[in-house]
């Protein structure tokens, strides 16, 4: 189906301009101030932050219960312990950077 101009134009009085080009939007023209958009990234930042905490501490609750199926993980000491979650949680973390 072929659309009509009829001669009417739709963008008639629109300011239309290069939404790159800087210089073009003069002053008023940009959608938020300098200190607003550090503020959001900062927001963002947070928000990386608070996933990565996240994931690290599933990827330690998961080295826990890896290290726990260990048939000696009973008799163990307390700082081997630590020290094969340790390992695990490493080697975990590896695996994930590495996808």
Known sequence: MRY????DNHFEGLDIHDPYDLDSMG????????EDFMQHIGLEQDQINLVTEE???SLLEMAVKVAEKSWFWRFKAPASKASIITKIYKRMKKLIREV
Not at 4 to 7: C, I, K, V
Not at 27 to 34: A, F, N, P, V
């Open 4 to 7: 009509s101009n009829n001669g």
């Open 27 to 34: 002053d008023g023209g940009l959608l938020m101030s300098e």
């Open 55 to 57: 994931l690290n501490q």
